[in-house]
């Protein structure tokens, strides 16, 4: 599966944006999916994650209330809804693919990796 992610941009706090992650492939719709972001020196945290269903979904304490995951795996597409954006949002937000389907926090279940959407919040 290769990923590619897109929608990052310049925006003011409060404001919103939408990411989009789309996947090549047929496969789409047998893996969980999930975004990550990594801030300036920081380490990369856990954002969102759905279960290839789209049923269940996970998110950050730090995002939850304010961001939205969603799948359409008829276009093979993850998008991550952020809303009332903050400075400290700022950072690369990558998709991932996990391979057994779930909505796993633990990047190490992921197989597959986005190239990253820069994100800027300005205050």
């Known amino acids: 599966v290769q990923l590619q992610a897109s929608g990052g941009g310049l925006v003011q706090a409060g404001g919103s944006l939408r990411l989009s992650c789309a996947a090549s492939g047929r496969t789409f719709s047998r893996y969980g999916m999930g975004w990550f972001r990594r801030a300036p020196g920081k380490e990369r945290e856990f954002v969102a994650a759905?279960?290839?269903?789209?049923?269940?979904?996970s998110y950050s304490d730090s995002v939850k209330g304010r961001f939205t995951i969603s799948r359409d795996n008829a276009k093979n597409t993850v998008y991550l809804q952020m809303n009332s954006l903050k400075p400290e949002d700022t950072a690369v937000y990558y998709c991932?693919?996990?391979?057994?389907?779930?909505?796993?926090?633990?990047?190490?279940?992921?197989?597959?990796w986005g190239q990253g959407t820069l994100v800027t919040v300005s205050s």
């Open positions: 991932a693919a996990d391979g057994l389907g779930d909505y796993n926090e633990d990047s190490r279940y992921y197989d597959y």
């Open positions: 759905i279960n290839r269903s789209g049923f269940v979904r």
